[in-house]
C-alpha cells in the first residue's frame, strides 16, 4: 500500500510529537547561528509542555502536522486575534511556523503548508496572511517573496539572551 500524504490538525493528545519535532526542526535550523547556552535556553522556554500545552489549548491557535505514511514532515502554526505575536488586526492570520524536517525540505512541503494557509484564511474571510522570519534566513525570505509577500517591518526575536531581528512579511489573501 502506498503511503498517504495528510495534514492534520493536532491537539493535546500530540503534545509530545509536537514538543520534539519543534525542537528538532529548530535546532536543525539555528543551532549554528546561535550559541549552544542561547539556544538550550530558547528550547526550555519556548516548547516546554507547559508553553505547548498553553499554545495548544488557546482557541486563536491551531497546529497542524504534515504526515506521509506514520512519519511527521513537519508542522504549521496558525495564529488569529490575541494570539498574534503583534496586533496586526482582527483580519489577519499570522503563519508563526512552518518548520520542516531537513530530510524533507526542497520536497515542495513548505510550499503544500502555504497553500493550505492561504486556504485556510480564504475560509474564514481573512483580509492579510502575515509572519516574522529571521533576517539572516533568506532561503525562507526568498520563498515568501516568490509567493507574493512583501516586507512591511520589523521586530526582535530573542533566542536565549540575544536578540535578533525577524523581518515582518505580509500578503494580501486573494477573495
Do not use: C
Not at 12 to 19: D, G, V, Y
Amino acid at each position: 500500500m502506498i503511503p498517504k500524504f495528510e495534514i492534520i490538525k493536532i491537539g493535546l493528545s500530540e503534545i509530545e510529537q509536537l514538543r520534539s519535532i519543534s525542537i528538532e526542526t529548530f535546532v536543525e535550523t539555528f543551532k549554528d547561528s546561535n550559541t549552544e547556552k542561547n539556544l538550550q535556553q530558547f528550547l526550555d522556554e519556548a516548547y516546554s509542555p507547559e508553553k505547548l500545552k498553553s499554545e495548544l489549548e488557546n482557541p486563536n491557535s491551531d497546529f497542524f502536522f504534515v504526515i506521509f505514511g506514520e512519519e511527521i514532515m513537519g508542522y504549521l502554526k496558525l495564529n488569529q486575534g490575541e494570539a498574534q505575536k503583534e496586533s496586526i488586526g482582527n483580519n489577519a492570520l499570522e503563519l508563526e511556523r512552518i518548520y520542516i524536517l531537513k530530510k524533507f525540505q526542497g520536497k515542495n512541503i513548505g510550499q503544500i503548508l502555504l497553500d493550505y494557509t492561504i486556504e485556510i484564511a480564504k475560509k474564514k474571510n481573512i483580509a492579510w496572511i502575515w509572519l516574522g522570519v529571521w533576517e539572516h534566513n533568506q532561503r525562507a525570505i526568498n520563498f515568501y517573496l516568490k509567493n507574493g509577500f512583501v516586507q512591511f517591518d520589523q521586530h526582535i526575536f530573542t533566542v536565549g539572551e540575544d536578540d535578533q531581528i525577524d523581518i515582518l512579511m505580509k500578503m494580501e489573501v486573494d477573495k
